[in-house]
C-alpha cells in the first residue's frame, strides 16, 4: 500500500523537477531572434489571409451558381 502511495506522490514531484529544467534551460530570445520569429509569423498571417481570400473569390461565385442567386 505504501508502494502505490509513494509511486502517486513521486509524479508530482517529477513534473516539478522537470519543469525546473525546463526552465533553467530556456532563454530569453535576443533582439534579432525575435525580429526573425516576428517576421516569419507575420508573412505567415499574410500568406494564410491570401490563400483564404482567395478561396472565398473562387467559392462565393459557384456557391451561387448551385444554389441559384437565392
Known amino acids: 500500500m505504501s508502494e502505490k502511495l509513494q509511486e ?17 534551460r ?3 530570445p535576443s533582439r534579432n531572434e525575435f525580429l526573425q ?3 516569419a509569423v507575420a508573412i505567415g498571417f499574410a500568406v494564410m489571409g491570401f490563400i483564404g481570400y482567395f ?5 462565393i461565385p459557384i456557391n451561387n451558381i448551385l444554389v441559384g442567386g437565392a
Request: hydrophobic fraction near 40%; aromatic fraction near 8%.
Open 8 to 24: 502517486v506522490l513521486e509524479i508530482p514531484q517529477e513534473f516539478i523537477r522537470d519543469g525546473n529544467q525546463f526552465l533553467t
Open 26 to 28: 530556456c532563454k530569453k
Open 37 to 39: 520569429i516576428s517576421r
Open 55 to 59: 478561396v472565398k473569390l473562387i467559392h
